[in-house]
Nanobody, 126 residues
């Protein structure tokens, strides 16, 4: 298992930016794809973005495409989510997670991930 810790959340006005980080320890982080998911109050957790183990492939939910960028630094065991042009509807708890199998691409399915962080709150005011 890998231990994941998210950070970087906070309160920001609409149109602003935040950069979330996911720091990993434990198993070899660099060989696993990583995804970001979010859960707003009263809603199901949903996919946001994912990155393959090599960082060669990325994929995004349509709602964040063009505004969010996922990246990783395997030397530092971190994955980041740069969020620009934030909207009130981006308000949620954001979670990072690693895929079950090694050397995979990112996935939008939560069932493909087996290690999750505790989440970081992002609040966007209008």
């Amino acid at each position: 298992q890998v231990q994941l810790v998210e950070s970087g959340g906070g309160l920001v006005q609409a149109g602003g930016s935040l950069r979330l980080s996911c720091a990993a320890s434990g198993r070899t982080f660099s060989t696993y794809a990583v995804g970001w998911f979010r859960q707003a109050p009263g809603k199901e957790r949903e996919f946001v973005a994912a990155i393959s183990w090599s960082a060669y492939n990325t994929n995004y939910a349509d709602t964040v495409k063009g505004r969010f960028t996922i990246s990783r630094d395997n030397a530092k065991n971190t994955v980041s989510l740069q969020m620009n042009s934030l909207k009130p509807e981006d308000t949620a708890v954001y979670y990072c997670a690693t895929r079950r199998r090694q050397y995979g691409t990112g996935s939008s399915s939560q069932d493909d991930y087996d290690s999750w962080g505790q989440g970081t709150q992002v609040t966007v005011s209008s």
